[in-house]
């Protein structure tokens, strides 16, 4: 059977369970006797399995099937897992995930478990007949139309018959035990937990204590794909002896593997069939409904949801160009008609791009063991705090995140926290701690990295400034915090003594600089010596429709990104005076550089006769400036278009949008402005 069409979801299923098996083996290291978590490390474990077992990925299910056995340590010991068995479990996930990797990229596994299998088993002592009984998930079954009822329930007995064409035999198990578990407890079912991944047959039987009528059981039954015979009878009371034996083991461990994600492989091949099912299965799925309200979720292509936010920021444009025209003609009731449609767009603007975020959780998550496994390494103790997980920012601005915050945490955990002892020395807590934090902040996201270590020293930073030709040798002294963290973000600096897997070789703080650029943010670092860093990422929302203030000038329009606009002015209001022959705009607030927008934006000095009416006071990443321009077009919802690399580093801009009237916009890098020296500008 071709499984191929199932991979992708295969895929994603497979990374959301090893990140969460990363995240509650890091949790049970720290409280070994959470029983949620040796739970939650069961059904994920087991869902994996199957998963794999079911796609044919053998090496795979070798594998975490002999994780499990490692796992079953916990539920017979209270004080968890040796580091020794815990370092063996994280070299196990990390195969998992290059193993899923070639997967994607080769469509083979490319793992061999011989070696790791040996080492897992080398920590699980011998068991007895009653542990691997509970491991296992339960022996022969006895009389099974002899079960126990559960707390007085009665006990139905479900027998459900595959078609002939029914793909997946042990997935359509899988799908059944999730339907039923919703409407009580499953006592007893034919395949078992041990043989339903290898189930290849046609009948599936379930006793269920419910207290559900049958005909509602009966039609979650039939609602499973490939179901084309369902019978649903009770099973006399008289028949039911008292509860006990090895069963009820049996059921927890079959109830478990349902629940997770093995079934979403099952819900491609439920997609895939549902259109061609025939017309008499409708009645029954709509009898199901209300069984299912938990399946509230849908896995929807990236790709789909770029297109649906391409189409939509045509419908901008398109609603900006009916306006305007509604704004030239005089037909009675066309205004009223066009408010409501600029009313129902933007919240349909508003619901797509709802669609599009994600919570930041999806890049916090790898944090708790790369924390783990660097403190390690580096012998300190660390303390890792995440706040605003639920906060949401689009797809494509959290895909790129991630590499940027990774620079950051290795940072503060190499350079920002001590030693224990070192802290100690210093009146600290031999414990540092390690915030990671995200928050809204109008159209904006910040994410905070922040430690309570040793913070920049100035004279250090200088020092090593000095070494690689940065700044001369005399200015070292002069060198404090602020400039000390200009120099952190230059190319190829780095203070580490030594280049090493963590850090120093001098494309850190750069790379992060360069990466938050690239998506339309800033970086600020703070720091005070003896007491912590702080680095703050302020990132937009979304990549994909941006608030500007349109500008003209030279007869051309420029956007300028909302968020970065302090304030606009008439330049005949204020005083322009000439600096070392650079024009300076003097404010009650300061005295700022006034910037010709058309030539630093790319076009070249303008006409001697043109004159800027306009500044707007714009933040860049290292001061504030005015950027002197001819008119002010006023402020638009923009959708942003990249810009090829011959035009966007040749010029402060960072992208292009497409306007009412077909011209196109460029955007300003307010960051690529304040790196430019100030020329003569024409006054009005």
Not at 151 to 166: F, W
Not at 292 to 304: C, I, L, S, Y
Request: charged share 25%; proline share 5%.
């Amino acid at each position: 059977m071709d499984t191929s069409e199932y991979l992708p979801m295969f895929l994603a299923e497979s990374r959301e369970h090893l990140q969460d098996l990363n995240l509650a083996v890091v949790r049970i290291e720290e409280t070994p006797d959470e029983r949620g978590t040796v739970d939650e490390i069961f059904r994920i474990a087991h869902s994996l399995k199957g998963m794999s077992a079911t796609m044919g990925f053998a090496a795979i299910a070798a594998l975490t099937h002999e994780m499990e056995n490692v796992f079953e340590l916990l539920r017979q010991r209270t004080d968890g897992l040796s580091r020794d068995a815990i370092d063996v479990l994280f070299e196990c996930l990390d195969a998992l995930e290059a193993a899923v990797g070639a997967i994607e990229s080769d469509g083979a596994e490319q793992l061999d478990p011989a070696l790791l299998i040996e080492r897992l088993q080398g920590l699980v002592r011998d068991r007895t007949p009653e542990q691997e009984l509970e491991l296992i998930g339960g022996v022969d079954l006895p009389d099974l139309t002899e079960l126990p009822a559960a707390d007085g329930r009665r006990v139905v007995h479900v027998v459900a018959e595959l078609g002939e064409e029914a793909m997946m035999p042990a997935v359509r198990a899988f799908m059944l035990f999730s339907a039923l578990a919703e409407h009580g407890e499953i006592v007893g079912s034919i395949p078992t937990q041990d043989g339903v991944e290898q189930f290849a047959g046609r009948q599936i039987e379930v006793w269920l204590a419910s207290g559900h009528e049958d005909e509602v059981i009966h039609a979650t039954t039939a609602a499973v794909s490939d179901i084309v015979d369902v019978v649903v009878r009770e099973v006399p009371a008289a028949a039911v002896p008292p509860a006990g034996g090895p069963l009820p083991a049996a059921v927890e461990a079959i109830v478990a593997a349902v629940e997770p994600a093995v079934v979403a492989v099952a819900e491609a091949v439920t997609a895939t069939t549902a259109a061609a099912a025939p017309a008499q299965h409708d009645g029954q799925a709509a009898s199901a409904a209300h069984a299912r309200k938990g399946a509230a979720t849908v896995r929807v292509d990236a790709e789909r949801l770029d297109q649906l936010m391409h189409f939509m920021g045509e419908l901008v444009i398109h609603r900006t160009v009916v306006e305007t025209l509604a704004g030239e003609a005089a037909v009675p009731g066309l205004q009223q008609a066009i408010q409501d449609l600029a009313r129902s767009s933007q919240a349909l603007q508003a619901m797509v791009m709802q669609v599009r975020m994600i919570p930041v959780e999806a890049v916090f998550l790898r944090f708790p063991r790369l924390v783990r496994d660097l403190s390690s390494k580096l012998g300190k103790e660390v303390e890792l705090q995440l706040v605003g997980q639920d906060t949401e920012l689009d797809r494509t601005v959290v895909d790129a995140l991630g590499d940027p915050l990774v620079h950051l945490v290795r940072n503060s955990l190499d350079h920002g926290l001590e030693p224990p002892a070192e802290r100690e020395a210093a009146g600290k807590p031999s414990t540092g701690v390690l915030e990671i934090s995200a928050r809204h902040a109008g159209g904006n996201v910040v994410i905070s990295v922040r430690d309570d270590g040793r913070g920049i020293d100035p004279a250090r930073v200088a020092r090593k400034a000095v070494e690689r030709g940065l700044i001369a040798a005399e200015a070292e002294a002069s060198v404090d915090v602020p400039r000390a963290v200009e120099l952190l973000f230059a190319p190829g600096f780095s203070t580490a003594e030594e280049t090493s897997d963590i850090s120093g070789r001098g494309v850190g703080m750069d790379a992060v600089q360069a990466s938050i650029r690239d998506l339309g943010g800033e970086v600020v670092m703070e720091s005070i010596p003896g007491e912590g860093s702080h680095t703050e990422i302020r990132l937009p929302l979304t990549l994909a429709i941006m608030a500007a203030l349109l500008v003209e000038t030279q007869g051309l329009p420029f956007a300028i990104p909302l968020d970065r606009v302090e304030r606009t002015l008439r330049l005949q209001d204020h005083t322009v005076r000439s600096v070392a022959g650079a024009r300076m705009l003097v404010l009650g607030d300061g005295v700022l550089p006034l910037i010709d927008a058309g030539e630093r934006l790319g076009r070249g000095r303008g006409d001697a006769g043109e004159t800027h009416a306009h500044a707007v006071i714009v933040r860049g990443r290292e001061r504030r400036l005015a950027l002197a321009v001819a008119t002010l077009v006023g402020q638009r919802e923009l959708v942003t278009r990249p810009l090829p690399p011959e035009v966007s580093d040749s010029a402060a801009v960072s992208g292009g949008a497409v306007l009412a009237t077909g011209e196109i916009a460029l955007i300003v890098d307010c960051d690529a402005l304040t790196a430019i020296r100030a020329d003569p500008v024409p006054v009005a």
